[in-house]
């Protein structure tokens, strides 16, 4: 996670517990990012949408799950917002194909997504297994210190960081075959 989502999301948590100051503090760090962000789209209303956003943050602060990324929900408020206004406008925006990746892709939101899409993947897995690959897999433990802090053998660690793997593989598998 990065900085400054966990930055946002802990104002925001804060926020919806009824700290004003946070929930000012959060307004007040979003706006130059929601700036930057119709800047970047070449919107000549930028600050019209900001306002927007701002206010559909307000009505809208109580759907927000504080179990996932509030990057994400942001950005979506915010691209909301925009076609909206693409809308109200008529507008058609175009960009040259060499640009079509930042339409799609916001670096720290797609880092979001993996983010949430890995934790759903870990609840899945018994409470034991999914200690294991978060432990040396995410947060780069080696095998010996994992082992001294589950009690496990360095043999067992290897094992089950093994095993956990594999029947996450098969879900995703899995997935991707009803996908299909």
Known sequence: MSDAETRLKAMMLAALAGDGAAY????????????????????ADAEDLVQETLIAI???????????????????????????????AKLRHTLPLEDAEAVWAHEDHEDALASRDVERLLARLPQAKSRLVRAVKIEGLSTAEAAARTGLSESAVKVGVHRALKALSAMIGKEARHED
């Open 24 to 43: 000012r503090a959060l307004l007040a760090a979003l706006s130059p990012h929601l700036r930057a962000y119709y800047a970047r789209r070449a919107v």
């Open 58 to 88: 307000h009505t809208r602060r109580a759907t927000y799950d504080a179990a996932q990324p509030f990057t994400a929900w942001l950005h979506a408020i915010a691209r909301y917002k925009l076609i909206d206004h693409y809308r109200r």
